[in-house]
Every structure is written in C-alpha cells, then in structure tokens.
Antibody, heavy 122, light 107 residues
C-alpha cells in the first residue's frame, strides 16, 4: 500500500525557521515526483512545487519561488519543505503528495499525506 | 497561469440525487484534468485523472467527462459519505492550478 506520512503539527513564532517532512512508503521513492500543496484556513488548495528525488530536479510555482525550499534525502527516503523565516501568513495546512506527470510539464497528486498544520503566531 | 473556475461553489442535495459539478479552464487543457474529494479535516483524495479515468478503488458512481475547456464530475446517486468539497485541477501546463472548490451539502 502506498502511503505518505508527514511530520507533526508545528507552532512557531514569526522569523523562526522550520522544516517539515514527508516519508513515503510502498513504492520506489526515487521514481516518482513528490509535490507540496498549501491550504490556508478555510480556503482552497494551492500548488507550491515539486521535486524528483531521483535526481533532485526541483520546480516551484512562481507564487512560492523564493518563499520556501523543497528538498529530498534519498538515503532516508524523505522529502522536505522548509522556511528560513516564517511569517504569520504561512499559517496553513501543508500536504505532500506523490505526483504523476502529464501534459506540458503538468503534475497531479495521486496519493496524499495526512497533512502538517503550521501555525505562526507571536 | 491557467485559471480554473468551478460551478456552483456550493450545492445542497439529498441522498440518492444525481449531482453534477462543472469545471472550466481559461484555455484549452486537452484532457489533463483531475478531480479530488476533500472531507472536513482530511487530506484530499484523488478520484479521477485524465478527465474521465477513475483512480483505483474509487467507486463507479463517480464519473468525469470533458475535454478542452469544459469538464464535469458526476455523482450518480449521492450517499452520506459523498458530502464533501470537490476540487478540479489542471495539469496540462505549469504551474498546475486548482479550481476554487464545490461544497456538496446535505439538503
């Protein structure tokens, strides 16, 4: 069974750094893209970016370029989403998902993690 | 970016009703469209990809159709477990973009 297990909820202060994780199982980690999706409280889904763990090819949505960093560690089959300096507006639920490719560099998530809640408040 | 517009944004329906949700793309996306179901407090679940292909394990009461700019998700006979928010997403071009969601509520 394919599963993606994310790290637990985080409460941080503005300006702090944070790295959340996503650990898939049930398939070859290096053979599929893993992407991240944001959902702000009471709002819809926003696609953030994606990484191919096999060669670390990473792509960001223009809306999130420079705001976050996506990475992966093949040795422990884990993907990450990190912030160097959090803002209150980063408060949201963050989902990782295994992605399939299609179209002209398009991707969609076929299996999703359970989500990580990030709360940024002074 | 391609804009995805869902309608309606919410609807009320009864158990057993046939429900149709529409998704329109701001430009042609061929059949590179996915549908997701999200229940309160839960992660999204993939239902359909390539506009009309059912994900493994998804019941056949869900169906999708369309190509180009106009797409539909149909639930043939609404059951209590189907009350949720549904999202479409295009993956024809970069970056992938989601519709605003359709909340299906109990009448």
């Amino acid at each position: 069974e394919v599963q993606l297990v994310q790290s637990g909820a985080e409460v941080k202060k503005p300006g702090e750094s944070l790295k959340i994780s996503c650990k898939p199982s049930g398939y070859s980690f290096t053979s599929y893209w893993i992407g991240w999706v944001r959902q702000m409280p009471g709002k819809g889904l926003e696609w953030m970016g994606i990484i191919y763990p096999g060669d670390s090819d990473t792509r960001y949505s223009p809306s999130f370029q420079g705001q976050v960093t996506i990475s992966a560690d093949k040795s422990i089959s884990t993907a990450y989403l990190q912030w160097s300096s959090l803002k209150a507006s980063d408060t949201a639920m963050y989902y990782c998902a295994r992605h399939q490719a299609g179209g002209r560099s398009g991707y969609y998530g076929d299996v999703w993690g359970q989500g990580t809640t990030v709360t940024v408040s002074s | 970016d391609i804009q995805m517009t869902q309608s309606p944004s919410s609807l009320s329906a009864s158990v057993g009703d046939r429900v149709t949700i529409t998704c329109r793309a701001s430009q042609g996306i061929s059949n590179y469209l996915a549908w997701f179901q999200q229940k309160p407090g839960k992660a999204p679940k993939s239902l359909i990809y390539a506009a009309s292909s059912l994900q493994s394990g998804v019941p056949s009461k869900f169906s999708g159709s369309g190509s180009g700019t106009d797409f539909t998700l149909t639930i043939s006979s609404l059951q209590p477990e189907d009350f949720a928010t549904y999202y479409c997403q295009q993956y024809n071009s970069y970056p992938p973009t989601f519709g605003g969601g359709t909340k299906v509520e109990i009448k």
